[in-house]
């Protein structure tokens, strides 16, 4: 079975930082691809951040792109989100999820959430005007 538990959220002011991370069991981290996904209040679930496997490929949504950092850590386990100059809008709980099959066929395939087979339950990120 596996679990993704995410943590690192908080309350921030706009212009500060956040490192969010997601821990994985149950399955071998370093063959699955890794995402990172948002929910706003009222607002459906959307793409921030993927990675496969090895860190090779990254993908970013336009809205954090320059601003957060997706990256892993295959000997811990653990995915992690930098997240630097946060606004007010990026305010929502943050969801990490797992891709069992790290390849992802088709334009903007790993930034479908119908692409992911596992997630966790979410961290909270306030960021303060």
């Known amino acids: 079975q596996v679990q993704l538990v995410e943590s690192g959220g908080g309350l921030v002011q706009a212009g500060g930082s956040l490192r969010l991370s997601c821990a994985a069991s149950g399955r071998t981290f370093s063959r699955h691809a890794m995402g990172w996904f948002r929910q706003a209040p009222g607002k459906e679930r959307e793409f921030v951040a993927a990675?496969?496997?090895?860190?090779?490929?990254?993908d970013y949504a336009d809205s954090v792109k320059g601003r957060f950092t997706i990256s892993r850590d295959n000997g811990k386990n653990t995915l992690y989100l930098q997240m630097n100059s946060l606004k007010p809008e990026d305010t929502a709980v943050y969801y990490c999820?797992?891709?069992?099959?790290?390849?992802?066929?088709?334009?903007?395939?790993?930034?479908?959430?119908?692409?992911?087979?596992?997630w966790g339950q979410g961290t909270q990120v306030t960021v303060s005007s």
């Open positions: 999820a797992l891709r069992l099959a790290d390849y992802c066929l088709g334009v903007g395939c790993y930034r479908r959430k119908s692409s992911y087979d596992y």
């Open positions: 990675i496969t496997s090895s860190g090779a490929y990254t």
